[in-house]
């Protein structure tokens, strides 16, 4: 499996990086613990191949979501 900075690592030396694209899962944000750890790795493994880059980047976050019977979603509210 490619480690962060395989899959970041320009094709060519002399190539870099417009933007960079990030998604994360959409529970992932709406808890302490996930989103902690999420903060943590875009700080220590992707914001320095971003700035090394001097790449823009664009994160997605969807919208948390509750549905009965989807495990894991019941912490959620209510749709």
Not at 27 to 44: A, D, H, K, W, Y
Not at 51 to 77: C, F, H, M, W
Request: contains cysteine; negative net charge.
């Amino acid at each position: 499996m490619p480690t962060v900075g395989q899959l970041l690592r320009p094709v060519a030396r002399d190539e870099t990086w417009d933007f960079v694209v990030i998604n994360d899962h959409t529970q992932g944000p709406c808890r302490n613990e996930s989103r902690r750890m999420t903060q943590e790795i875009l700080v220590e493994k992707y914001l320095p191949l971003i700035r090394q880059n001097n790449a823009v980047p664009i994160i997605i976050e969807t919208a948390a979501y509750r549905y009965e019977k989807i495990v894991n979603s019941e912490d959620l509210g209510t749709t």
